[in-house]
């Protein structure tokens, strides 16, 4: 073999492995990027479904009532999970936070009981919040609907944000 088919040879035999790093490299880059992305989604679906929804029972109703209440609202589509608490639980709960029952400061219950809804990640957003708040209130109880637009909103636009600087 000649002196210049050894060097075409060789030439040849570093362009392929050059080639083939090359592309190794890229599609590890796009496996680590599809990768994050998941990890991402899946961060942002549980962040999410802890955002909570409270509502605000009268005063004067029954466990009974408030636990009823609860079942229809664990029908919807759109809920993930609801936890009743009465207000004698969360007089306990507060009197564990606080060291002191209020009830014995007091003289009286100054609590009311009220539902914790848990909605799915799908339903997390501004416009679906509204709706679901309407369709609450439908209901037939006399309740007080609360949640924070405020953290909502500071959720989404972190989420936001994250997402653009995976993808930069």
């Known amino acids: 073999m000649t002196n210049r088919m050894k060097h075409r040879s060789a030439a040849f035999v570093h362009t392929r492995i050059l080639s083939i790093v090359s592309i190794t490299v890229a599609l ?21 479904e802890q955002f909570t929804f409270t509502i ?10 408030g636990i009823s209440l609860s079942q229809e609202i664990a029908s919807r589509p759109y809920v993930k999970a609801v936890k009743f608490i009465s207000a004698t639980q969360a007089a306990i709960e507060l ?8 009830v014995d400061v007091l003289g ?18 501004q416009d679906s919040l509204n709706v679901i708040k309407k369709d609450m209130g439908d209901l037939d109880a006399d309740a007080s609907i609360n949640y924070r637009s405020d953290l909502l909103m500071q959720v989404q636009k972190n989420m936001s944000v994250w997402q653009l600087i995976l993808w930069i």
């Open 56 to 65: 605000l029972l009268p005063v004067g109703q029954t466990d009974s009532d």
């Open 95 to 102: 009197s564990k936070e606080l060291g002191e029952n209020p």
């Open 108 to 125: 009286f219950n100054p609590l009311q009981p009220m539902l914790e809804v848990h909605l799915h990640s799908d339903y997390i957003c």
């Open 28 to 48: 590890f880059i796009l496996g680590g990027i599809a990768l994050v992305n998941i990890a991402g989604r899946e961060i942002e679906n549980q962040v999410k």
